[in-house]
């Protein structure tokens, strides 16, 4: 089955710097990644996706970049704020048919803490 | 306007006593998931249903089972719950796996505690 590795498991900004969150996937046929944020208590939410048909995409201050010949992909946070201190998971998956039903493996998780 | 809802947001439970959350949602998607998640660290798909098309995860222990009576509610059991069951489960839906968006709504999850 797939396996996520996310790098760094904790990550500590002054606010107005960029953050950068790594995460790895094994298997080949993985074709959606999408980053999630939790805050404290809070569930998942969603805030950035990519497909395997681009190598780059951004919204506002997030960006997620995808390598798949090294299988890596990456979220850039620029200009960070408080508001971003967070846990951030990412997640590899299949969209396609057949049993995957687009479920999910998550990496480990990132501790982002934002430093007024 | 919720789109995923889960009750009880916190229960208690002994240990060995069965116990089930719910989770219903809005959103009339196909696929519905059970996580499970421990304090610091990463979902852990239980297992999910694409319609009524149940699909376990090959590590999900025989402890915990579920039920989807209808499109909009989906059960998870623990049938004797253990100290190492004490976790949050999230449930989450989509809309279609298949060549459609992957993207999951989560619900806010309930806090199992076990005495």
């Known amino acids: 089955g797939e396996n996520v590795e996310q790098h760094p498991s904790t990550l500590s900004v002054q606010e107005g710097d960029s953050a950068v969150i790594k995460c790895t996937y094994s298997d080949s046929a993985s074709n959606y990644f999408p980053w999630y944020k939790q805050e404290l208590g809070k569930r998942p939410q969603l805030i950035i996706d990519?497909?395997?048909?681009?190598g780059e995409k951004k919204d506002q201050r997030i960006a997620v970049t995808l390598n798949k010949t090294a299988k890596h992909f990456s979220l850039h946070i620029t200009e960070t704020q408080p508001e971003d201190s967070a846990v951030y998971f990412c997640?590899?998956?299949?969209?396609?048919?057949?049993?995957?039903?687009?479920?999910?493996?998550f990496g480990q998780g990132t501790i982002l803490t934002v430093h007024p | 306007d919720a789109m995923v809802i889960q009750n009880p947001r916190y229960q208690v439970t002994q240990f060995g006593k069965p116990v089930t959350l719910s989770c219903s949602q809005t959103l009339n998607h196909n696929v519905m998931y059970w996580y499970q998640q421990k304090s610091s660290q990463a979902p852990k798909l239980l297992f999910h249903?694409?319609?009524?098309?149940?699909?376990n995860e090959a590590d999900t222990p025989d402890n915990f089972q579920s039920r989807r009576p209808n499109t909009s509610f989906c059960f998870l059991d623990i049938r004797s719950p253990g100290l190492g069951d004490a976790a949050m489960y999230l449930c989450?839906?989509?809309?279609?796996?298949?060549?459609?968006?992957?993207?999951?709504?989560f619900g806010p999850g309930t806090r199992l505690t076990v005495l």
């Open positions: 990519i497909r395997s048909n681009v």
């Open positions: 989450a839906t989509s809309r279609d796996g298949r060549g459609r968006g992957n993207e999951q709504f």
């Open positions: 997640a590899a998956g299949i969209n396609a048919g057949g049993t995957s039903y687009g479920k999910l493996t």
């Open positions: 249903y694409y319609d009524k098309d149940f699909n």
